[in-house]
């Protein structure tokens, strides 16, 4: 388990990895729907302060994590270990955060699915002349024709699977560069259309005046688990690309850089997506189906709008392969460290993520009766498990690891920022970070 000699060719390079892996379904499917469901600005509001007292300092602590191992995860973490003279048994925290990965890869791919149908429909000129009852009632019969929504999740996975089995990556992030600006500036013609709307005000009212009766504690696990979702932290995958960041880039400014960009992403769909549900009189908690719902709504009204739906999906789904190839990579990295070859490892993970897909996949067809704790359908706890469970105590054990375990000369040179920048960070994951996750993850288990 020798260093990684090869870097990012340059700070911008790390930068556009970083956010690849971070815009993604997160920001224009889960955050309206999360939203819509918790009340709104109070969601809102909650997600922000998980941005800024957890979200980025684990994003800190786990980038710099793999930039001082310069290794994959786990090699990272057991090399940090030992030279501590800690226990090598760290190394099983790389284990867990495959474990998320896993999970994560499996509904991802479903949902990014659902996009693949929606590109077809809409490139077909399916939403043009229908109404918006008619598009929400065929969002429902597609989800309940399991045959159509596997198709979907395997096309997805498997394009997914070719680029990390042939290890072509690269070229794909090259092109995704190319076009997410693209994506940016449809989400703004968009929100120029939401403010010809009738619910564009009651749409700013609901996403920025807080409701405060609304903070329920299923509202704040679902902002903590969002926050660290939609950085894409706390299930090493940006420990794996820390190991290449270039020698001489300040950590703390890229990771605000993206994290900027991020909310904004997030603050462009959720502003679209709720003129469109108050114009149409629509409930704001509608649930997973919302973004697939509201926006064929938007673009049926506006001229040529097959097209621009068509676009919006393509760049959807380059924005969300971005996303799946980082959740899959430092898996089958890990499966290919035990010496089998990258081609039969990508295989095995994708055989096996297709399988976990399946309750999320046929959760709203031949599984629609399955309800678990607190009446949760297969897909919610499919959603919720890796993401409001695992991605916290993931965040957790990388911030105590940081803090406590790597030497404090090689964190501070890791994190490239200066010892005051360090000393604050260091008093905030340890003081702020790490209780404020205990007191919420212990919340949750209380609760059950
Ligand atoms: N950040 C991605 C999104 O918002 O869609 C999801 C994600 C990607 C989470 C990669 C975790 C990860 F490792
Ligand atoms: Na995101």
Same mark, same amino acid.
């Given at each position: 388990?020798?260093?990684?000699?090869?870097?990012?060719?340059?700070?911008?390079?790390?930068?556009?990895?970083?956010?690849?892996?971070?815009?993604?379904?997160?920001?224009?499917?889960?955050?309206?729907?999360?939203?819509?469901?918790?009340?709104?600005?109070?969601?809102? @509001? /909650?997600?922000?302060?998980?941005?800024? +007292? &957890?979200? =980025?300092? %684990?994003?800190? *602590?786990?980038?710099?994590? !793999?930039?001082?191992?310069?290794?994959?995860?786990?090699?990272?973490?057991?090399?940090?270990?030992?030279?501590?003279?800690?226990?090598?048994?760290?190394?099983?925290?790389?284990?867990?955060?495959?474990?998320?990965?896993?999970?994560?890869?499996?509904?991802?791919?479903?949902?990014?699915?659902?996009?693949?149908?929606?590109?077809?429909?809409?490139?077909?000129?399916?939403?043009?002349?229908?109404?918006?009852?008619?598009?929400?009632?065929?969002?429902?019969?597609?989800?309940?024709?399991?045959?159509?929504?596997?198709?979907?999740?395997?096309?997805?996975?498997?394009?997914?699977?070719?680029?990390?089995?042939?290890?072509?990556?690269?070229?794909?992030?090259?092109?995704?560069? @190319? /076009?997410?600006?693209?994506?940016?500036? +449809? &989400?703004? =013609?968009? %929100?120029?259309? *939401?403010?010809?709307?009738? !619910?564009?005000?009651?749409?700013?009212?609901?996403?920025?005046?807080?409701?405060?009766?609304?903070?329920?504690?299923?509202?704040?696990?679902?902002?903590?688990?969002?926050?660290?979702?939609?950085?894409?932290?706390?299930?090493?995958?940006?420990?794996?690309?820390?190991?290449?960041?270039?020698?001489?880039?300040?950590?703390?400014?890229?990771?605000?850089?993206?994290?900027?960009?991020?909310?904004?992403?997030?603050?462009?769909?959720?502003?679209?997506?709720?003129?469109?549900?108050?114009?149409?009189?629509?409930?704001?908690?509608?649930?997973?189906?919302?973004?697939?719902?509201?926006?064929?709504?938007?673009?049926?009204?506006?001229?040529?709008?097959?097209?621009?739906?068509?676009?919006?999906?393509?760049?959807?789904?380059?924005?969300?392969?971005?996303?799946?190839?980082?959740?899959?990579?430092?898996?089958?990295?890990?499966?290919?460290?035990?010496?089998?070859?990258?081609?039969?490892?990508?295989?095995?993970?994708?055989?096996?993520?297709?399988?976990?897909?399946?309750?999320?996949?046929?959760?709203?067809?031949?599984?629609?009766?399955?309800?678990?704790?607190?009446?949760?359908?297969?897909?919610?706890?499919?959603?919720?498990?890796?993401?409001?469970?695992?991605?916290?105590?993931?965040?957790?054990?990388?911030?105590?690891?940081?803090?406590?375990?790597?030497?404090?000369?090689?964190?501070?040179?890791?994190?490239?920022?200066?010892?005051?920048?360090?000393?604050?960070?260091?008093?905030?994951?340890?003081?702020?970070?790490?209780?404020?996750?205990?007191?919420?993850?212990?919340?949750?288990?209380?609760?059950?």
């Amino acid at each position: 388990m020798s260093e990684v000699v090869e870097r990012w060719g340059s700070r911008r390079a790390f930068i556009i990895a970083v956010t690849g892996a971070a815009v993604g379904l997160g920001n224009i499917w889960r955050f309206p729907w999360m939203t819509g469901e918790n009340g709104g600005a109070a969601f809102l @509001l /909650l997600y922000v302060v998980f941005l800024a +007292l &957890l979200g =980025l300092p %684990v994003m800190v *602590a786990e980038i710099m994590i !793999g930039r001082a191992g310069r290794r994959t995860p786990m090699q990272a973490l057991t090399f940090l270990a030992r030279d501590a003279g800690r226990s090598r048994h760290w190394g099983l925290l790389g284990l867990f955060c495959g474990i998320t990965l896993f999970f994560i890869l499996s509904f991802y791919s479903v949902v990014s699915g659902w996009s693949i149908e929606y590109l077809v429909e809409a490139l077909s000129g399916n939403f043009a002349s229908r109404s918006p009852e008619e598009i929400g009632g065929a969002f429902d019969a597609f989800l309940a024709s399991p045959g159509l929504v596997l198709l979907n999740h395997s096309i997805f996975l498997l394009l997914t699977m070719s680029v990390v089995a042939l290890g072509v990556g690269g070229g794909l992030e090259r092109l995704n560069n @190319l /076009l997410m600006p693209l994506l940016y500036l +449809l &989400l703004i =013609l968009l %929100v120029g259309y *939401a403010v010809t709307t009738s !619910g564009f005000t009651t749409a700013l009212a609901w996403l920025f005046k807080p409701d405060l009766s609304a903070v329920t504690l299923v509202a704040v696990f679902n902002a903590m688990g969002h926050a660290f979702f939609t950085l894409a932290v706390g299930a090493g995958a940006l420990m794996a690309y820390g190991a290449y960041m270039p020698d001489d880039q300040s950590l703390p400014r890229a990771v605000v850089t993206v994290a900027i960009l991020d909310v904004a992403v997030a603050l462009l769909a959720g502003i679209a997506i709720f003129s469109i549900v108050f114009s149409q009189g629509m409930d704001p908690a509608s649930g997973p189906g919302l973004m697939f719902v509201t926006l064929p709504i938007a673009f049926a009204d506006l001229p040529g709008g097959a097209l621009w739906l068509g676009c919006f999906f393509v760049l959807l789904l380059l924005a969300t392969w971005t996303s799946s190839i980082n959740l899959a990579e430092p898996m089958v990295a890990m499966l290919g460290s035990t010496g089998m070859a990258r081609p039969l490892a990508a295989l095995i993970i994708g055989v096996g993520v297709w399988l976990m897909g399946l309750p999320s996949a046929l959760s709203f067809s031949i599984w629609s009766d399955v309800h678990l704790f607190h009446d949760m359908t297969l897909f919610d706890l499919a959603t919720t498990l890796p993401i409001d469970i695992m991605l916290p105590i993931g965040g957790l054990l990388i911030a105590v690891f940081a803090v406590w375990v790597v030497d404090a000369p090689r964190a501070m040179a890791a994190i490239g920022a200066g010892e005051r920048f360090y000393q604050v960070w260091r008093a905030v994951v340890r003081w702020v970070s790490i209780p404020l996750l205990l007191v919420v993850l212990l919340g949750f288990f209380l609760m059950k």
